[in-house]
């Protein structure tokens, strides 16, 4: 066989795709993906579609939506509400965006979960965010906005 396949480089992609599933896609519209790839690839076919999709990827084409601040100054607050409100990412952002003064480069990674979220940002902000955001209805919930706690 005259075929090399990069596999670390690929178990990276794979990697970043499964974190981007986790914490950025909206489920609902991946879901409605497989249902497509479901109804149109047979059950004894799916790995070898898959097989072949990475395959014709170019090495560095997959750009999962998770962004990473180069920042090293971002302090996390906890915000009190997560996946079980149908939140993501997308949403977190557009709430800090709007309600105040951020910019998006003030904004780093978030981690949602399943009643709890977890969002970086500059610490120049995170008071005026905190004030805002804290008491706040959103999708039908009062936010509970404060600075994360250290894990132990």
Not at 1 to 25: C, K, P, T, V
Not at 80 to 88: A, D, L, P
Not at 93 to 112: A, E, N
Request: aromatic share 8%; net charge positive.
């Amino acid at each position: 066989m005259g075929f090399s396949i990069d596999e670390a480089a690929l178990q990276e992609q794979l990697e970043a795709i499964l974190q981007d599933i986790h914490e950025n896609i909206d489920i609902d519209e991946l879901n409605a993906y497989r249902k497509v790839f479901r109804k149109n690839v047979s059950f004894f076919h799916r790995s070898y579609v898959a097989a072949y999709l990475l395959k014709n990827l170019k090495a560095g084409s997959i750009r999962p939506g998770i962004r990473r601040s180069t920042r090293t100054d971002l302090v996390t607050l906890f915000v009190g509400i997560g996946k079980s409100r149908r939140v993501y990412p997308k949403d977190l952002v557009g709430l800090i965006l709007d309600t105040t003064s951020t910019q998006k480069d003030d904004i780093g990674s978030i981690k949602i979960l399943d009643n709890y979220s977890f969002v970086e940002v500059s610490p120049e902000h995170a008071d005026n965010i905190i004030a805002t955001l804290n008491g706040m209805t959103y999708r039908g919930r009062s936010l509970n906005v404060n600075y994360a706690k250290k894990k132990d």
